[in-house]
Each structure stands twice: as structure tokens, then as C-alpha cells.
């Protein structure tokens, strides 16, 4: 028996369908419809595992979702212990791989230098690997279209002479901009905060030595600002490209010299030192007598203690008025910096996982080699590797000789014996103009790296700032010889060839 009421059996019959029951109630569908919340910002800090970045994560996490990317994979493999900052492994020199982590990201916070170690040998100055990064890091800001770039960098001194560490993040101020992506500098003098080399180094000084040497350079004044302030700095102007492009002065609630500086310090300790002023003390004498004291390394406290003793005038600004009602004294951001009860710094937020990354670059045993060269004018990235590997053989001779096919791909060989020293695949997909990119593929020379993608060790040729720079390297490249043997033999003989080949641009382009 049909349960249609008789009306609505006929219907039925008559049209093929089945009418809805009058006595079944429609849903009213007109009230509020639920929608997701919008999905919030997400910004990538490159350099995260420092102690800036360490500080600023998880307060960017209460207002953005925060990808914290960092070199290190023992840190990577270390959970946020609140869950709200996403910890990603990221090799800043591969292009590929840093395009690929910044899919979807609006904003970025740059922090990244190259004063520590990234593989167990490096033929490269620290100013040469920080273009190349921040070339990398330009190139894919744009190809995902990111809105700004907030990068720390240093406040320049009034005088003409600039130090090759000012001048580095100088340079990577403009190549960051190079691409279009707008670019915020925060442009800082000395940061007080844990783990920090600059404070690290005053605190060991002055720890150490009863007596303290002083310049005339001592009487320089600067502005330095707390971890904290700089913080706040950031965070005010992350998100307002529009308002807070370009570079901006930014420091504490004081300007002192850094004999006072010292004096400070040596109140806050509780010790008793005398500083004694002499005509003259050489840079080089300085560094030694820092490192020596600090244990810190060479590059990192040379390029330190030759950038502190020049005076610095902050030009008035938005941002430094927006963080300067609250910002911390000198001897209130070193105290914060201190542990209360051992009255020493409070350890760099690396220092737990340092140790793990220099044993894998230990065990890895890779290389990276950088140089930066003069293009001659009108050429290109592909000009250049095709002269490269085309000379090479000249260079050598009578001992090896090089061939270029027709793809582009390059083997090096001995001439006696006849041994294939190399293999170099040109990788067509990845190579520009701008950059052309060899992955070495075999060899006597080249030992193949366990667990190792395809490319991974590879010959980098690099223009940047329309051809003003040049960059020749080699990343990840895992020598085939004994270390020791490596070192003496054809790491010498390559610092060797480079340098000929700069002095042949040089010519060229002269």
C-alpha cells in the first residue's frame, strides 16, 4: 500500500516525480550563513634559529602564521613548544628548494648571515656568500610575489671609511630590493640581547682583562638598541610596505661611547677595571686579543670589532619615534641580557643544537667555494661558464683538458693518464641568463654524498645588480680524495685557478 496521500499519488502518476510532502517543513535557509575565518598572513623569517629570530617567532605567531626557516636540520627536527611557529630545513644557497618554501607566503623577515660556518671547508669571504644568499633570496620573494621584505641591517657611520661588514649589508640591502619586492632595512648599531656576539664580546673583556687598552676610536659614539626594541620595531613595521619602505635608523634610549659601554659593563658585573687611553691600537691586535678572549670565530669577531669604532648619527624617522618612548637604556638591555645568578651572558639559542651541526658538517665533509669576479661589459651568466670551462683547459695545461658538448654538459680530464677528473651536467631547466647551474655528476675527483638529491653538489655561475657583480661557486661539492690530501692538493690548486680567472676578467673587462 502506498503511504502518498491519494493528491499526491495522482501527481505522482501524472508527472513521474515525487512532490514533496506539505507536511514536511522546509529549512529556512535565510538566517546568518557560517563562512571560515579569513585566512591570516603568513610570514617565512629566514635566519630564524638566531638570537633575534628566536626572539621574534612567537610574537609574530600571535599575529601571523609564522614558517620559521633555518639551515639546520638538527633544528628543523625540534619541535615549537607551543606548535605555533611551523620550523622548516632550508638551504638558502639551493634557489630551487628556497623558491619552493616560500610558496604562499605574503612577508618575509630576512635575517641571515654568513659569519658562521655552513660546510666543513669554505674558500669564501663572508660578504661574497651573504650576495649570493640575499641574490637567491630576491629571485624568489618575486617569483612568489611576496609584499615586503623586513631585513636587519647596520646603521652607517658619519665618516667616509665603512667597514667591510657595514658595507656587506649595504650591498644586501640593494640586491634584496634588486627584484622589486619591497624592502624595509632596519638599520641597527649594537643589539643587546642573549647570545648575542656583540654584547658577548664587551661582557668578555671586560671579565677578563684588569686592564683595557682604549683607542681614540674608544670616544665614538653609537645608539645601541635592545633585542627587545628591535623586536618591537619589526613587528611595527611588518605588513605596512607602503609606509615603512626604504631604510630606517633604529636604536635605544641612549647614545654612548663605547668606553662608557665598557664602564657600564664592568659596573653591571661588579668588577673593578682600568681603562687606559693610548694613541693608537691596530684593528688586527684588537681582533686577536677579542677572539682569544671570546673563543668566538676569527671572521666573526674581526668583522665586529673593526665595524664598532665609528660614530653614528641616526636620522629622525617614524619607526624609531614609534619604539623610542619605551626603549631600554644601555644598562637595562644588558641586564636583561645576563643570567641573574652567574652574572653571565644567557647562552645563544644555537649553542644546544651547534654542536650537532658541526658534526654533520664533519661527517659530510662537503665544500664551498666563492669568488667574485668582474664581467666584462655586455655579457651574461652563460657567457661566462661557457669562458670558464673553454679557458680551463688553457689554464691547466699540460696536465688536464676540458670538453664542452653541445648541451652544455662539461667533463674534465687528465691527459696523462687519460682519467675523467669530472663530469659536469648542465641543468637546463633550472639555468638562466642570469645563472647557469652544473650539477657535478661523476669523476675520480667528486664522491657521491649518501642521501644527496640530484644537483646537489653543483657549479654555480651568478650575475646580480645588472651584471655589477659576478659570482663564481661551488656548493656542497664532496671531494673523492682524503681530506688532508684534498686540502693541501686540489683545494690549493683551485683557490689557485680561481684567482687566475678573476685576473683574466679583470683584463677582459678593462
Known amino acids: ?41 603568513r610570514v617565512a623569517v629566514a635566519g630564524a634559529s638566531g638570537f633575534i629570530g628566536t626572539a621574534l617567532c612567537p610574537l609574530l605567531a600571535e599575529r601571523f602564521e609564522v614558517v620559521a626557516l633555518t639551515r639546520s636540520p638538527a633544528r628543523a627536527r625540534t619541535p615549537d613548544a607551543n606548535g605555533l611557529v611551523h620550523w622548516r630545513q632550508c638551504d638558502l644557497f639551493r634557489a630551487s628548494e628556497l623558491s619552493a618554501a616560500l610558496a604562499d607566503i605574503d612577508y618575509a ?10 660546510s666543513r671547508l669554505t674558500q669564501a669571504r663572508p660578504r661574497d656568500m651573504d650576495l649570493v644568499l640575499a641574490d637567491n633570496f630576491a629571485h624568489a620573494a618575486t617569483s612568489n610575489r611576496l609584499k615586503q621584505i623586513v631585513f636587519v641591517s647596520g646603521v652607517m657611520p658619519e665618516s667616509f671609511r665603512v667597514s667591510p661588514l657595514l658595507w656587506s649589508q649595504r650591498e644586501v640591502e640593494m640586491v634584496l630590493g634588486s627584484r622589486g619586492t619591497p624592502v624595509t632595512a632596519l638599520r641597527a648599531s649594537l643589539v643587546m640581547g642573549p647570545g648575542g656576539t656583540g654584547p658577548g664580546l664587551l661582557l668578555e673583556l671586560v671579565r677578563r682583562l684588569p686592564v683595557l687598552l682604549l683607542p681614540p676610536a674608544a670616544s665614538s659614539s653609537t645608539r645601541p638598541i635592545a633585542l627587545r626594541d628591535l623586536v618591537r620595531a619589526i613587528l611595527h613595521c611588518l605588513g605596512q610596505p607602503e609606509r615603512f619602505r626604504g631604510a630606517f635608523d633604529i636604536g635605544g634610549a641612549e647614545v654612548l661611547s663605547y668606553e662608557a659601554m665598557l664602564r657600564e659593563t664592568a659596573a653591571a658585573l661588579g668588577l673593578r677595571r682600568r681603562f687606559i687611553q693610548v694613541p693608537m691600537l691596530p684593528i688586527g691586535l684588537a681582533s686577536l686579543t677579542a677572539r682569544a678572549v671570546s673563543g668566538a670565530p676569527a671572521a666573526m669577531v674581526g668583522a665586529i670589532v673593526e665595524s664598532l669604532p665609528q660614530d653614528t648619527q641616526m636620522r629622525d624617522n617614524p619607526l624609531q619615534r ?15 641580557s645576563l643570567d641573574p645568578r652567574t652574572r653571565r651572558l644567557l647562552p645563544s639559542p644555537r649553542a644546544r643544537i651547534r654542536e650537532q651541526d658541526r658534526e654533520r658538517m664533519r661527517a659530510q665533509s662537503l665544500v664551498r667555494s666563492i669568488q667574485r669576479a668582474i664581467l666584462p661589459p655586455g655579457q651574461d651568466a652563460a657567457w661566462l661558464a661557457g669562458n670558464y670551462f673553454r679557458w680551463l683547459g688553457h689554464c691547466c695545461w699540460p696536465l688536464v683538458r676540458s670538453q664542452v658538448a653541445d648541451n652544455g654538459d662539461v667533463e ?24 647557469q647551474i652544473y650539477a657535478i655528476a661523476g669523476g675520480l675527483l667528486a664522491r657521491t654524498v649518501a642521501g644527496a638529491g640530484d644537483g646537489h653538489a653543483r657549479f654555480e655561475f651568478q650575475t646580480l645588480l645588472d651584471g655589477r657583480y659576478t659570482m663564481t661557486a661551488i656548493h656542497d661539492y664532496a671531494p673523492a680524495l682524503p681530506w688532508s690530501l684534498y686540502i693541501l692538493t686540489q683545494a690549493q690548486a683551485h683557490r689557485l685557478v680561481m684567482h687566475r680567472y678573476q685576473s683574466r676578467l679583470a683584463r677582459l673587462a678593462r
Not at 535557509?29 to 585566512?39: A, E, Q, S, Y
Not at 618612548?325 to 644588558?334: E, N, Y
Not at 674534465?412 to 645563472?435: H, I, Q, Y
Open 412 to 435: 674534465v680530464w687528465s691527459r696523462l693518464p687519460r682519467l675523467k677528473l669530472l663530469a659536469l651536467r648542465r641543468m637546463a631547466t633550472e639555468s638562466t641568463p642570469e645563472r
Open 1 to 41: 500500500m502506498n503511504s502518498l496521500p491519494e493528491p499526491l499519488l495522482l501527481e505522482t502518476l501524472l508527472t513521474g516525480t515525487r512532490p514533496l510532502d506539505p507536511s514536511i517543513r522546509p529549512v529556512d535557509v535565510t538566517g546568518p550563513m557560517l563562512t571560515p575565518p579569513p585566512r591570516r598572513a
Open 322 to 336: 614609534a619604539i623610542e618612548p619605551d626603549a631600554l637604556g644601555f644598562r637595562a638591555a644588558l641586564e636583561a
Open 109 to 118: 623577515v630576512y635575517l641571515v648571515h654568513s659569519l658562521a660556518p655552513s
